[in-house]
């Protein structure tokens, strides 16, 4: 009887770790599926080349073009939110945006506000080479993975 309880626990168990499997990597507030077919909201921070903003328009540079192709492939439209490092941070935190952009680079000191992606660019700089990063919410692994996939296919130089 003890030997019969044993393998239905085992089974029990390697059902719910399969299971639990399927979900990963998962999205605990829902960012990837609320952006897909929605709005991507952005902030974004003057950091040229990678982003550089004007009076009243849409901000341009390397980061925002590639955030367009990523929404486009995410059927969503863009919403952009310029402001601070510090501002746009506090606001990722809370949810207010999905994603934040602005020539950060892999030593970023935002990343208690947010997830860094893995580096998508080494650009030389005087001091040596940076690795560019962008900053997703903490814990939104599926919208992470989809957004690291998006970068690692594109040839940034």
Known sequence: MGRFLRSTGAIALAVTVLTGCATVPADPD?????????????????????????????????????ILEFAERLDAEVEWTPGSEATLAEALEAGELDLVIGGFVEDTPWTEFGASTRPYVEAGTAEGNDKHVMLAPLGENAFLVALETFLDEQAVS
Do not use: I
């Not at 991507?40 to 009076?55: C, H, K, Q, Y």
């Open 30 to 66: 829902g960012t990837l599926e609320r952006v897909q077919g929605g709005v991507l909201r952005v902030g974004v921070t003057e950091n040229a080349p990678w982003v550089e903003l004007s009076d009243g328009g849409d901000p341009s540079g390397t980061e925002p073009a590639l």
